[in-house]
């Protein structure tokens, strides 16, 4: 099983398109505050400080930022599941709000009541973590229909797993934004392993860019441990879907170095398979390689790296110091009134 799933994260992709050093630098540096953000998160949990299910992101920063530079912040849509602390940061989200609503604070964006799976914040176009696998599929061609309806070029970023991508509401979705040419991106983080059960025991077809065939939805394959890919791959995508050409499916290929969730062993796999796509595949790394053949200096990448240990730790501080919410709260942001 580990053999067939390591040889799945080594798949042949075509050369890496070129950046500029301000680009590469902006990358390096959006990455970095994810995983950061993330290691300190999982170090949260681990106190107690941070409650339920705790996914983290890490392995995968490449996917969000790349993704997010087609992105209109406030007027195109993006929606997740569950492992969305990254999509949030790459979303523009304020690092401390983000934190705070992870331990249940009254300064977190949803005012403590949502915590990791179930965050929301409209400024920045980030309409929610969702804990149903596969629910927020369905959802996310809701607001690429609504985007149509109103008659602007918005463009709904929909995220979901290789697990989530043999759920049934994923493929009534498919049909309905082919249908009505929807201007929607899905985008399949195929991480290899689901909840715990590798690509290959759980699909049929493991080619998940082609699930859309059916349907008559194009789709493509990217490599999602390399940020320059996956934006040049979200740029083709995007640019069509504003021009009308209805839905596409982008399969990202990436990894995560962690567990599920915080209380999952990964037992499944081999210590080496995560040890070498570390060693040889690191989205962050990989950066830095490019960084330096753009004459990057080491002054230059270590001020980031304080920069965001500062931004990190202010969340942290943050959220410790936010009260928790009033019992108040439960009766407020509801449909109907109490």
Request: proline share 4%; hydrophobic share 35%.
């Amino acid at each position: 099983m580990a053999k067939a799933a390591a040889k799945a994260t080594s798949t042949k992709i075509p050369n890496t398109p070129r950046a500029s050093k301000e680009d590469l630098l902006r990358f390096y540096r959006e990455m970095v505050l994810i995983r950061r953000f993330e290691e300190r998160a999982g170090q949260l949990y681990g106190m107690g400080l941070i409650g339920g299910f705790c996914h983290l992101y890490i392995g995968q920063e490449a996917v969000a930022v790349g993704v997010q530079e087609s992105v209109k912040q406030g007027y195109d849509k993006i929606i997740t599941g569950y492992r969305d602390h990254g999509h949030m940061l790459a979303a523009g989200m304020d690092p401390k709000e983000v934190m705070a609503e992870l331990t249940g604070r009254i300064g977190g964006s949803s005012k403590g009541k949502g915590g990791s799976m179930h965050m929301f914040d409209v400024p920045t176009g980030f309409y929610g973590g969702h804990g149903i696998v596969g629910a927020q599929v369905a959802l996310g061609t809701g607001l690429a229909f609504a985007g149509k309806y109103r008659g602007d070029d918005s463009v709904a970023f929909i995220y979901f797993g290789d697990g989530a991508a043999n759920q049934g509401q994923v493929y009534e979705s498919f049909n309905m934004a082919q249908l009505w040419k929807l201007p929607a991106i899905y985008i399949i983080e195929n991480n290899q392993y689901a909840m715990g059960t590798s690509i290959d025991r759980s699909s049929s077809t493991t080619d998940l860019s082609q699930r859309g065939a059916s349907f008559g939805i194009p789709g493509e394959q990217v490599d999602g441990m390399d940020v320059l890919a996956v934006r040049d791959a979200t740029a083709r995508a995007v640019k069509r879907a504003r021009e009308g050409g209805g839905p596409y499916i982008l399969e990202v290929k990436t990894y995560r170095y962690r567990g599920h969730s915080m209380s999952d062993p990964a037992k499944y796999r081999t210590k080496e398979e995560v040890d070498e796509v570390k060693k040889t595949r690191d989205p962050i790394e990989h950066v830095k390689v490019l960084l330096e053949q753009a004459s990057a200096t080491e002054d230059e990448l270590k001020a980031i790296d304080n920069e965001i240990k500062a931004i990190v730790a202010e969340a942290v501080q943050f959220a410790q110091e936010s009260p928790e919410p009033d019992p108040s709260e439960l009766y407020t942001d509801v449909y109907v009134e109490a």
